[in-house]
């Protein structure tokens, strides 16, 4: 399974929020630091507040910042929130008009990639922002 750009980038802009904890911050410097389309980065800012994991501050002294702590912010939650699209082959659409594969009716690797999707969500739950932002120090150095 390959997450999507938008959810890299929405753990990437958490991740820098969250080193950067003590201001506000925005969007502009998040785009340059991260090579990110200002365009794509406001829809991921938006989905983030809608979430109520960041707060939006509006007007020339404005920024964004996060609106939990760090340790509050499950990995494996977030990516359920945020992925579009966990169907890892044509058969987990549902639709069988939708699905090319003539065994879908009775195949079993249907069910052994759906146990493997949910222990791979089961084990992203087991993190939060907290633990990827433990090396704090040295990640701020590469900024």
Do not use: W
């Amino acid at each position: 399974m390959k997450l999507t750009s938008y959810t890299d980038y929405s753990l990437r802009v958490l991740i820098f929020l969250s080193l950067n904890h003590e201001r506000l911050c925005t969007s502009s410097e998040i785009s340059e630091t991260y090579m990110i389309s200002r365009n794509h980065l406001a829809k991921i800012i938006h989905q983030l507040s809608r979430l109520g994991l960041i707060e939006s501050y509006k007007g020339a002294s404005g920024g964004i910042k996060l609106a939990k702590e760090p340790k509050e912010i499950n990995i494996g939650l977030l990516i359920k929130e945020i992925e579009s699209d966990f169907n890892i082959v044509d058969c987990f659409i549902g639709d069988r008009s939708k699905s090319p594969c003539r065994l879908t009716p009775h195949c079993k690797l249907k069910s052994i990639m759906n146990e493997s999707l949910s222990l791979f969500i089961q084990n992203l739950e087991k993190y939060t922002l907290e633990d990827i932002v433990e090396n704090r120090e040295e990640l701020l150095s590469l900024f």
